[in-house]
DNA sequence: GACAGGCGGTCGACATTGTCGACCGCAGTG
DNA sequence: CACTGCGGTCGACAATGTCGACCGCCTGTC
């Protein structure tokens, strides 16, 4: 495999640091994060500014992501066949169960939500679509890894970061629960990311059996235990969604 | 000015190619749709899929928009400083007005949507944040126009496209409804774009008055509407709502 | 079942193209 | 009023991306 071009891995580059930077950057800081000399990084943003991935205050010149990313990445959910297939039945699964619904691919290192139903109350909520989970303490990142070799790749063999007390932080016992889940066939996950959650996820694979994602329901612990475990009819309820899912994207090639 | 750098135009380009057609494309369809050599678009996808902006169906081979676009496009709303300051007030003014509220800001040749508050009741809405609106046909959009000189050089000379009978469609009747919005400080839209559909929008400006963005609601054309105008207390909440949004923007810099 | 036509992908020579580091003008600062 | 930092420009150089021919594969066809 030849080369990548250089010249669009360092735009990518540029692009992760605007993201992760809460705040605006400035060009010299560009510069030297990436160790790249200020005339070049200049190029590569005055291209990205000129595309619309880039935007420059013109007050302080300093430069953050741009409006053509959201537009592109609002493309990306237009064409994502998962998830389009899945809309009826994440929907149907939040009546059901009362609890919120999310809808995750694996992406880098992560969970990436795709969709996101709400809770069936008055509640205010944010709409978390876009935004990523961690692999190893959510139901969604647990079913991943159970299930796709990729994904278990990606830990790769640093130490986990510890979120809660309940937080799973050693691979020993991280790949001892994925045996468990490819068992019973789904995952859930305690307060191991967010103390009072608790979520119930299974896996959603494609008409050759490839995982190609997850569903979840998550809620407060009080509503998804009971006496200490997850309620069975949830799970049933969370299964059941899966293979409904699973099943449309089966039987949805031409 | 230097020139852009070519390899990263081309890189966009093919993005936004991807993020039109609906379905996938397929490597040489890329190449002749943009004019380049096989070798040279390979080169790019191969990139751009290393970084995650591009996707291949192992199956097809055929390329589609990559989940980091999804990702960085949340950043970008993240960021986003009008949208933050204006979360809270455009909640209000849905409660108040018990209609759609949209926040947009001029992105090329029409209204990117960063915001939406649905209509607070239980129908069914889809999120439109991401999309994109005309602007000259939306309550958005011709604020935009009325107030800023850069959107109204994105309309060109170009016939305007008539969505509805009642589409403003010469560049003449724009100019001079654009000169009302000035005088009144609102613009409106009334089955312009969408049969049934009315909307109200005002201008945002940031503390040193230059236009950033619109805010407006919409609903049906019955509620909006009486006696074949929109409602002065819909019109006087929408203004209250952008100036509000106004002063917080002009205040709120350290 | 051999063939043709299309696909995605590779390769290596070429010169276009992006890169580098010195330099510029400006704004804020002591 | 020097000084330091900023964003931005410039021009020489060669590294780099580009091109078009080529490869192996699959699919549909006669």
Same mark, same amino acid.
Request: hydrophobic share 40%; charged share 25%.
């Given at each position: 495999?030849?080369?990548?071009?250089?010249?669009?891995?360092?735009?990518?580059? *540029?692009?992760?640091?605007?993201?992760?930077?809460?705040?605006?950057?400035?060009?010299?800081?560009?510069?030297?994060?990436?160790?790249?000399?200020?005339?070049?990084?200049?190029? *590569?943003?005055?291209?990205?500014?000129?595309?619309?991935? #880039?935007?420059?205050?013109?007050?302080?010149?300093?430069?953050?992501?741009?409006?053509?990313?959201?537009?592109?990445?609002?493309?990306?959910?237009? /064409?994502?066949?998962?998830?389009?297939?899945?809309?009826?039945?994440?929907?149907?699964?939040?009546?059901?169960?009362?609890?919120? /619904?999310?809808?995750?691919?694996?992406?880098?290192?992560? /969970?990436?939500?795709?969709?996101?139903?709400?809770?069936?109350?008055?509640?205010?909520?944010v709409l978390e679509v876009g935004s990523m989970q961690p692999l190893h303490s959510t139901a969604l990142g647990k079913v991943l890894l159970a299930y796709d070799p990729v994904a278990r790749g990606e830990l790769g063999e640093e130490p986990l970061e510890a979120y809660t007390s309940r937080t799973l932080t050693d691979l020993a016992s991280v790949d001892e629960e994925c045996g468990l889940i490819r068992e019973?066939?789904?995952?859930?996950? +305690?307060?191991?990311?967010?103390?009072? #959650?608790?979520?119930?996820?299974?896996?959603?694979?494609?008409?050759?059996?490839?995982?190609?994602?997850? #569903?979840? *329901?998550?809620?407060?612990?009080?509503? #998804?235990?009971?006496?200490?475990? +997850?309620?069975?009819?949830? +799970?049933?309820?969370?299964?059941?969604?899966?293979?409904? *899912?699973?099943?449309?994207?089966?039987?949805?090639?031409?």
């Amino acid at each position: 495999m030849p080369g990548p071009i250089q010249s669009l891995s360092r735009a990518a580059a *540029i692009l992760r640091l605007l993201a992760g930077g809460e705040r605006r950057l400035g060009l010299s800081e560009v510069s030297t994060a990436l160790g790249l000399a200020k005339g070049t990084a200049h190029g *590569i943003l005055r291209t990205l500014q000129q595309e619309g991935f #880039v935007e420059q205050d013109p007050e302080s010149g300093k430069y953050q992501l741009g409006a053509e990313l959201l537009r592109l990445g609002q493309s990306y959910l237009d /064409v994502h066949e998962l998830r389009a297939r899945a809309l009826v039945w994440a929907d149907d699964l939040a009546r059901a169960s009362g609890e919120t /619904v999310y809808l995750g691919v694996l992406h880098q290192r992560g /969970v990436l939500i795709v969709h996101h139903v709400f809770r069936p109350d008055d509640t205010r909520q944010v709409l978390e679509v876009g935004s990523m989970q961690p692999l190893h303490s959510t139901a969604l990142g647990k079913v991943l890894l159970a299930y796709d070799p990729v994904a278990r790749g990606e830990l790769g063999e640093e130490p986990l970061e510890a979120y809660t007390s309940r937080t799973l932080t050693d691979l020993a016992s991280v790949d001892e629960e994925c045996g468990l889940i490819r068992e019973r066939g789904w995952a859930d996950a +305690v307060e191991e990311t967010w103390e009072g #959650v608790a979520s119930i996820g299974a896996l959603i694979q494609d008409r050759r059996r490839n995982p190609v994602g997850a #569903v979840c *329901i998550s809620g407060a612990v009080e509503r #998804v235990c009971e006496d200490g475990f +997850v309620r069975p009819s949830l +799970v049933a309820s969370v299964r059941s969604a899966a293979r409904a *899912i699973s099943r449309d994207l089966g039987a949805g090639r031409f």
